[in-house]
T-cell receptor, first 115, second 115 residues
Framework: AQKVTQAQTEISVVEKEDVTLDCVYETRDTTYYLFWYKQPPSGELVFLIRRNSFDEQNEISGRYSWNFQKSTSSFNFTITASQVVDSAVYFCALSIQAAGNKLTFGGGTRVLVKP | AAGVIQSPRHLIKEKRETATLKCYPIPRHDTVYWYQQGPGQDPQFLISFYEKMQSDKGSIPDRFSAQQFSDYHSELNMSSLELGDSALYFC??????????????FGEGSRLTVL
């Protein structure tokens, strides 16, 4: 069975601070995908990034960056120079190729960015 | 570009009533997924369909049923509603031939409130 753990339930920062969200996953499959989704107060799920299990290259995209480490089964996400609009719940998720695209979500981390 | 369309966006029902949610996937997408997100919870997989056949089943109550029609839209039927059914229901779609990329597209969700 798959499992995703987001140990941080809530993070509060002041605008312009950096925020790192932790995600640890469990799976026995060798081919899988990891995701980060943002859920603002309006409720929709906004796709941020997808990584497959064979792509450990970390990346920076604007103010977002990701750190994927298979050795520790972690897929952490960082927001640099946070803004009030970043306030949302962030979900890490895992899908297994053998099971189609069915996603297993972590419990979510609520990020509150104060002005 | 066309996205996943869900209707209604908001629905209020009384206990023991029946509700139907509809999902229109992205054109040419052949796979539909339903997720339920309770207040303060992460989205939980309910059921999925591929080419109008049920492909996977998660924690969907027996009071719920779903199907995918010939035009690929899907409906989630919920009967004998309970207060605990109050949640945000997400539909997502994907294209089977791109399943190996793990790409999944979410609708904006339908918020069901049971009074």
């Amino acid at each position: 069975a798959q499992k995703v753990t987001q140990a941080q339930t809530e993070i509060s920062v002041v605008e312009k601070e950096d925020v790192t969200l932790d995600c640890v996953y469990e799976t026995r499959d060798t081919t899988y995908y990891l995701f980060w989704y943002k859920q603002p107060p309006s409720g929709e799920l906004v796709f941020l990034i997808r990584r497959n299990s064979f792509d450990e290259q970390n990346e920076i995209s604007g103010r977002y960056s990701w750190n994927f480490q298979k050795s520790t089964s972690s897929f952490n996400f960082t927001i640099t120079a946070s803004q009030v609009v970043d306030s949302a719940v962030y979900f890490c998720a895992l899908s297994i190729q053998a099971a189609g695209n069915k996603l297993t979500f972590g419990g979510g981390t609520r990020v509150l960015v104060k002005p | 570009a066309a996205g996943v369309i869900q209707s209604p966006r908001h629905l209020i029902k009384e206990k023991r009533e029946t509700a139907t949610l509809k999902c229109y996937p992205i054109p040419r997408h052949d796979t539909v997924y339903w997720y339920q997100q309770g207040p303060g919870q992460d989205p939980q997989f309910l059921i999925s369909f591929y080419e109008k056949m049920q492909s996977d089943k998660g924690s969907i109550p027996d009071r719920f049923s779903a199907q995918q029609f010939s035009d690929y839209h899907s409906e989630l039927n919920m009967s004998s509603l309970e207060l605990g059914d109050s949640a945000l229901y997400f539909c997502a779609s994907s294209l089977a031939r791109t399943r190996d990329t793990g790409e999944l597209f979410f609708g904006e969700g339908s918020r069901l409130t049971v009074l």
